[in-house]
């Protein structure tokens, strides 16, 4: 399977504890995201890498989140001390950049569950 | 700033009715790309297509067809002889062009097909 890959598919924490999800995007992708999705809202965007380089964060994105990608592969989301609002399902994607936008190719989401 | 809107909440038909799903969109800038998602219960985001606002072709595939109205800033999707394997959550997104990559989705529409 060559898609974009999340691992883990399921975490549950209690609060105050830190977590961290893994995405492994298309291997020749060069851009890469993190969107985060609640119960019945389309996703909504936290940041994006352009290689190694994080270009642009959302203001959803608290000082609590931080994202990785340091050989410009695979990337990390860490969250510390959770909190119920946390909990989500969160989407990683890549895409390629051309002359053009190419289509983002999502993952199958990691879901956060903070009890 | 940029909004994308499916006023359709949720959507039931029964199995081979044709279904249009709506999507109306704001942006201020001149070039951007309209997408379609589908995502099943399985959670993955899957790519529909892509259109470019150049592009105001209707573009048929399938059973699936897309109406793109630049005057009424809508990007429309139709289903015609519905299946159950249908059924999905159906996101329509909006992207710049040019400057930030953050793709913008609408809330989505929740698509049962019955037997």
């Known amino acids: 399977d060559t898609g974009v890959s999340q691992d883990p598919r399921h975490k549950i924490t209690k609060r105050g504890q830190n977590v961290t999800f893994r995405c492994d995007p298309i291997s020749e992708h060069n851009r890469l995201y993190w969107y985060r999705q609640t119960l019945g809202q389309g996703p909504e965007f936290l940041t994006y890498f352009q290689n190694e380089a994080q270009l642009e964060k959302s203001r959803l994105l608290s000082d609590r989140f931080s994202a990785e990608r340091p050989k410009g592969s695979f990337s990390t989301l860490e969250i510390q001390r959770t909190e119920q609002g946390d909990s989500a399902m969160y989407l990683c994607?890549?895409?390629?950049?051309?002359?053009?936008?190419?289509?983002?190719?999502f993952g199958n989401g990691t879901r956060l569950t903070v009890t | 700033a940029q909004k994308v809107t499916q006023a359709q909440t949720e959507i039931s038909v029964v199995e081979k009715e044709d279904v249009t799903l709506d999507c109306v969109y704001e942006t201020r800038d001149t070039t951007y790309y309209l997408f379609w998602y589908k995502q099943p219960p399985s959670g993955e985001l899957v790519f529909l297509i892509r259109?470019?606002?150049?592009?105001?072709q209707n573009e048929i595939s399938g059973r699936y067809s897309w109406n793109f109205q630049k005057s009424t800033s809508s990007f429309n999707f139709t289903i015609t002889a519905s299946q159950v394997v249908d059924s999905a959550v159906y996101f329509c997104a909006l992207i710049r062009l040019q400057g930030a990559q953050k793709l913008v989705f609408g809330q989505g529409t929740r698509l049962t097909i019955n037997p």
């Open positions: 259109r470019n606002s150049f592009d105001e």
């Open positions: 994607a890549s895409s390629l950049r051309g002359q053009d936008n190419s289509p983002l190719h």
